[in-house]
């Protein structure tokens, strides 16, 4: 079936650090990727979102390339702040289910 | 500012009783998600449902758990009898399939904010 997997958290980072999230996935046909974002206290938001291979997403400095042929679609931003400390989830479409696949989310902390 | 809504944002109710969660769809969504989210867990679809009919609630305990669409406006998730175990945060999302469109799978969703939910 359709899954997505995350690299294990928690993250913590400097401000002003590079940051990677590790996302792949396993998914038949052609799913669209989505990267969401929790803030504490709060849901899910969209960060970005890819709907076919070589296809980037970007968003408050966040990018996220989908690259079909190593099932892939990392996370990254040039330089993190305190305000990006938050859970990452990426997910992918079932387009048989008609839902979206969650992966177990990755919680990254950024210090000052 | 087109927001989902969910009340009550916070809950604490006894072992036994009866729990009814609400959530307001964004005005013209097709599609509404119940999830619950664990520290242990993590996110896990509950339920969901197209046009006010369920598509699926294979993630759902089916002997205390059940969820509505009264109407387009209004979807409910109720637990009956509450248990510990059922503590957590749900979340209600909301989204738009378009029919006619190669990808028919549910695109971006919008999360409401939770109803934080403790069982003593």
């Known amino acids: 079936g359709n899954s997505v997997t995350q690299m294990e958290g928690p993250v913590t980072l400097s401000e002003e650090a590079f940051l990677t999230i590790n996302c792949t996935y396993t998914a038949t046909g052609y799913p669209s990727l989505f990267w969401y974002v929790q803030y504490p206290g709060e849901g899910l938001q969209l960060l970005l979102k890819a709907t076919k291979a070589d296809d980037k997403g970007s968003n408050k400095g966040f990018e996220a390339t989908y690259r079909k042929e190593t099932t892939s679609f990392h996370l990254e931003k040039g330089s993190v702040q305190v305000s990006d400390s938050a859970v990452y989830f990426c997910a992918l479409s079932d387009q048989g289910a008609q839902k979206l696949v969650f992966g177990q989310g990755t919680r990254l902390t950024i210090n000052p | 500012d087109a927001r989902v809504t969910q009340t009550p944002r916070h809950k604490v109710t006894e072992m036994g009783q009866e729990v009814t969660m609400r959530c307001q769809p964004i005005l013209g969504h097709n599609t509404v998600f119940w999830y619950r989210q664990t520290m242990m867990q993590g996110l896990e679809l509950l339920a969901y449902f197209r046009n006010r009919a369920p598509l699926d609630d294979s993630g759902m305990p089916k002997d205390r758990f059940s969820a509505e669409m009264p109407d387009a406006t209004l979807a409910t998730l109720k637990i009956q009898p509450s248990e510990p175990r059922d503590s957590a945060v749900y979340f209600c999302?909301?989204?738009?399939?378009?029919?006619?469109?190669?990808?028919?799978?549910?695109?971006?969703?919008?999360f409401g904010p939770g109803t934080r939910l403790l069982v003593l």
């Open positions: 999302a909301s989204g738009l399939v378009l029919w006619g469109r190669l990808d028919l799978s549910a695109e971006t969703q919008y």
